[in-house]
């Protein structure tokens, strides 16, 4: 048996700020710091020891990741960054307010880009990129819809996370909102329609239970 466990960063400033931030860089805001130690201090209670940590390239998803190891005193462990695990690119709204973005273009269209699957945000007229994807020769898209995040977040899944389940090895993971509801739609089977609805909060440990086969044995909410 192999235990996984999701953690959304904590509230970033742009979450506070009702901002469409994507690939940028927010810090977390006080109460994100406070809602990364509670989700240890859950996490403490439960005794798991993880072999790995993943997160993304970005400070908020670092920054939780490492007051969550602090927490349960396993900072020892080793520490996985990927842009795979990065949040929903969103394009030419980056930036933008998301209540202001609303009132422009209407509910139903800004339904269909924040939490729609296959919708695509307006896209970037220019790629732009940071040396620290330009390193390992990735180049920022223009935009992504929840399925194009989806599809570039199962091979990390795939390649580098399942094998270690399957080896009996507890794994963390510690992204972000649009990466993990990908991942929880292709863990529950949740249809492209309903995975509308999935929400999955800031600083809430969610732990699944697998047997030596990959199959689910039992997923709860850690209070």
């Known amino acids: 048996m192999a235990i996984l466990v999701l953690i959304r960063h904590g509230e970033s400033q742009a979450n506070h700020d009702h901002i469409f931030t994507g690939w940028t860089d927010s810090p977390l805001t006080h109460l994100g710091v406070k809602q990364a130690h509670q989700a240890g201090k859950k996490l403490e209670k439960t005794h798991i020891k993880f072999s790995d940590v ?3 390239y970005l ?9 969550v190891l602090d927490e349960i005193d396993q900072a020892y462990i ?3 960054k990927t842009w795979r695990l990065n949040e929903r690119h969103y394009g030419a709204l980056r930036g933008k307010n998301k209540i202001v973005v609303k009132k ?3 509910e139903k269209r800004f339904n269909s880009w924040h939490r729609g699957f296959k919708a695509v945000p307006p896209l970037l007229k220019t790629p732009e990129s940071e040396y620290k994807y330009l390193r390992v020769g990735v180049h920022e898209p223009l935009g992504e819809s929840l399925e194009m995040t989806y599809k570039r977040m199962l091979p990390y899944w795939i390649d580098s996370i399942v094998p270690r389940l399957i080896d009996g090895h507890n794994q963390l993971i510690v992204a972000h909102g649009s990466t993990l509801r990908a991942l929880i739609k292709y863990l529950d ?3 492209d329609k309903d995975v509308e609805k999935l929400e999955v909060p800031n600083g809430v440990p969610i732990e699944y239970q697998f047997d030596s086969h990959l199959r689910i044995l039992s997923k709860k909410i850690i209070k």
Do not use: K, L, M, Y
Request: aromatic fraction near 0%; glycine fraction near 4%; proline fraction near 5%.
């Open 104 to 106: 422009q273009v209407g």
């Open 59 to 67: 400070i908020r998803a670092i920054d939780t990741a490492n007051i």
């Open 78 to 80: 080793p520490e996985h």
């Open 189 to 191: 089977h949740i249809s």
């Open 54 to 56: 993943h997160t993304s």
